[in-house]
């Protein structure tokens, strides 16, 4: 008997959910409808590349993280491993901004984990007392209770205040846009955890995990941030082009689900039904609380309960002539207490090859979460000269910009807060009593481009063992 799946939200969990599910019904020879609701008038939620004038603009995340090996070995198995970039090894270098003086980050360090001495140990960016705290963790006794720490409390307790307030903030917290004094580190870092756990140090468990670090990815220059040639639209696009035979619904937004015994109904804001055998349902957790509300208020209820921040990113495109600074790394982050209006810049057309025309350089910055979220919703203009003000005092940029283009985000990046892994253990729990329903997305156990793959593959793989059992 045929059977038929709806996946509401065409981000990078609903389009994995959606090719997986492809790949399987073609490997079991069964016959099942896929449809895939969007309401935007495109794919990819917050993987938006834009292309003007010669330049790649990302207008969301830029790159992937391999140290996680779901969207390489996706790339791999769509065939497109070919097309994958990684950073340039010329401009290597992240700074931080400290006392309005931008400090080369010690090589070796990776999030916030020093892995090689020399370069720690003549670093401009922390004090001797600091180095030496840091450089303690290798003797500070592992937590054994248990207890969910904040990321800062983790911080402090391993690597001493510098490391919290010039490393971890700025640059660790900064992925997530949150407030390290809220954000778990067992559900936003488990792997943090993890290490502390098995090696009794980050610093032991850092070192043994890169010299073990299996390349997921068959390409030369493997590097800890990987891209496509043309921008992460061409993974996308390929999701979609590989996902032959999916009806791809846009433009239109799942209102609710109607459901009896292990039938449902998807309704439509155009008044329109699908009627599916199995949902899965990757939107954000606040819109996923609405579609479900009518078949559970508790579990609606808990799905708001995950706070989300907005965030937004300014590309600002300059000539060569006349710009005189040498662009000598990827970029920079800002910890809070500098009190600047971007939390971090990515000099993109020196991080990754191929984004702008040879004449030219391309900055993204970035601005808004936890802490300043009000300014993601100022008018375009205020935004563009608050950026270039920042980066007039931090970089000496005087030039007018030759193109500038503002992204908002507005509620796109969930906050994993204390108690967070419990939380989504009850939701999940509530969710199987709901039959063949299955959530995934960003929401709930990691919000990287890997981890969200990983999420649409396993909701997937459980929505047809479902319908199938």
């Known amino acids: 008997m045929k059977r038929s799946i709806v996946i509401i939200g065409a981000g990078i969990s609903g389009l994995s959910a959606a090719f997986r599910l492809n790949k399987l019904r073609t490997q079991a020879g069964i016959e099942l409808d896929i ?18 004038g010669g330049f790649v603009i990302e207008a969301g995340p830029d790159c992937f993280f391999t140290e996680k090996p779901y969207a390489g070995i996706l790339v791999n198995e769509m065939g497109i491993s070919d097309r994958l970039i990684g950073t340039n090894n010329k401009n290597q270098g992240t700074y931080v901004l400290w006392h309005n003086k931008l400090h080369k980050l010690p090589e070796g360090v990776v999030l916030m984990i020093p892995t090689r001495f020399t370069p720690f140990a003549t670093s ?25 720490e904040s990321l800062s409390e983790f911080t402090v307790r391993r690597f001493g205040r510098e490391a919290l307030d010039r490393i971890a903030e700025p640059l660790v917290a900064g992925v997530h846009a949150g407030d390290p004094e809220t954000m778990s580190v067992k559900s936003s870092f488990p792997r943090f955890v993890d290490m502390e756990q098995k090696y009794g140090s980050l610093i032991r468990g850092m070192i043994n995990a ?108 300059y000539n060569k002539r006349g710009f005189t600074h040498p662009l000598k790394g990827f970029g920079f982050v800002v910890p809070r207490k500098e009190k600047r209006h971007i939390m971090a810049a990515t000099w993109t057309s020196s991080k990754f090859s191929y984004r702008s025309p040879e004449d030219t350089v391309l900055i993204r910055c970035f601005l808004g979460g936890a802490a300043n979220q009000d300014m993601v919703f100022k008018h375009d203009k205020e935004i563009i000269g ?26 796109a990046m969930p906050q994993y807060t204390i108690g967070h892994e419990p939380r989504v253990k009850t939701i999940e729990q ?40």
């Not at 840091?134 to 209770?145: A, Q, Y």
């Open 210 to 317: 890169r010299r073990a670090k299996k390349k997921h990815i068959p390409v030369k220059n493997l590097s800890m941030f990987m891209t496509m040639k043309k921008g992460l639209k061409e993974i996308v696009d390929t999701l979609r082009q590989q996902s032959r035979g999916v009806n791809f619904k846009t433009c239109v937004r799942a209102a609710t689900i109607e459901h009896s015994g292990n039938a449902y109904r998807v309704i439509l804001s155009d008044g329109g039904r699908i009627g599916a055998d199995g949902i899965i349902i990757a939107t954000p957790a606040y819109a996923a609380a609405n579609i479900i509300s009518s078949m559970s208020k508790d579990l609606s209820d808990l799905l708001l309960s995950i706070p989300y921040v907005s965030t937004a990113t300014v590309s600002l495109a």
């Open 430 to 469: 509530m969710t199987a009593g709901l039959g063949n329903i299955q959530l995934c997305g960003s929401a709930y156990h990691g919000i990287g481009i890997s981890d969200c793959i990983n999420s649409g593959n396993t909701a997937a793989q459980n929505v047809l063992k479902a319908i199938y059992e």
């Open 386 to 411: 608050l950026v270039r003000s920042d980066l007039k005092d931090i970089m000496g940029i005087s030039v007018e910009p030759v193109l500038a283009l503002v992204y908002r985000w507005d509620r």
């Open 35 to 52: 449809t895939v609701i969007e309401k935007a008038d495109y794919l990819g939620g917050t993987i938006r590349t834009e292309y003007r």
């Open 124 to 148: 401009t960016l922390f004090s001797l007392p600091g180095k030496i705290r840091m450089g303690m963790e290798l003797f500070i006794p592992k937590r054994s209770d248990g207890i969910d």
